[in-house]
């Protein structure tokens, strides 16, 4: 059974920084792409960043870039989230996601999903 | 990279169909068929209902089906249910450097 676990959420000051982390099992986790996704309390949901299986390719949304770092260790079967920065307005429980890329091409095709954690930006 | 439009809601009778529809730009929907569909309830993870446009995954019910004409592509609900209420969004592939963009998300209502 395919299982994704979130963990590292929680209160943090504007400008503060913060790691999340998403423990996988079930899957050959070195295989595949991995994606992180974020909803803000009441709001829509927003894709935040993904990473080829070796680590090598990344990218990330707009409002991200230049201050969070995707990265996993596929020893551990785990894949990350480093937070840098932060500002109120990344508020938001974060999910990871099994992405699905293959043949050089991305799709969004999400099949499995944690729990998400929350990250809570405030002073 | 905007999102996607989508209407904030839609309602139907039980066993009516309701159509939500997904507007995208020549950047996205346009030009890839790498439209998705996600089904959320409240405080749970998003489901997988549609995918490539129209294939559904194995268990979700066939009266969820799927479609793309030009800048929009559309998620159809035949036979309502009770348990179909629920946030919809789609997301789709971007040639910008975001790679992957949601949709504003719609609520549906069962009457």
């Known amino acids: 059974e395919v299982q994704l676990v979130e963990s590292g959420g929680g209160l943090v000051q504007p400008g503060g920084s913060l790691r999340l982390s998403c423990a996988a099992s079930?899957?050959?986790?070195?295989?595949?792409?991995m994606t992180w996704v974020r909803q803000a309390p009441g709001k829509g949901l927003e894709w935040v960043a993904n990473?080829?299986?070796?680590?090598?390719?990344?990218f990330y949304v707009d409002s991200v870039r230049g201050r969070f770092t995707i990265s996993r260790d596929n020893a551990k079967n785990s894949l990350y989230l480093q937070m840098n920065t932060l500002r109120v307005e990344d508020t938001a429980v974060y999910y990871c996601?099994?992405?699905?890329?293959?043949?050089?091409?991305?799709?969004?095709?999400?099949?499995?999903w944690g729990q998400g954690t929350l990250v809570t930006v405030s002073s | 990279q905007s999102a996607l439009a989508q209407p904030p809601s839609v309602s139907g009778s039980l066993g009516q169909s309701v159509t939500i529809s997904c507007t995208g730009t020549?950047?996205?929907?346009?030009?890839?068929?790498?439209v998705s569909w996600y089904q959320q309830t409240p405080g749970t993870a998003p489901k997988l209902i549609i995918y490539?446009?129209?294939s559904r995954p194995s268990g979700v019910p066939d009266r969820f089906s799927g479609s793309k004409s030009g800048n929009t592509a559309s998620l159809t609900i035949s036979g309502l249910q009770a348990e179909d209420e629920a946030d919809y969004y789609c997301?789709?592939?971007?040639?910008?450097?975001?790679?992957?963009?949601f949709g504003t998300g719609t609520k549906v209502t069962v009457l």
């Open positions: 997301i789709s592939y971007t040639s910008s450097s975001t790679i992957y963009v």
């Open positions: 990473i080829q299986q070796y680590g090598r390719d990344k």
């Open positions: 996601a099994r992405d699905d890329c293959r043949g050089g091409n991305c799709y969004p095709n999400f099949e499995y």
């Open positions: 020549s950047s996205d929907v346009v030009s890839y068929n790498r």
């Open positions: 079930g899957f050959t986790f070195s295989s595949y792409w």
């Open positions: 490539e446009v129209s």
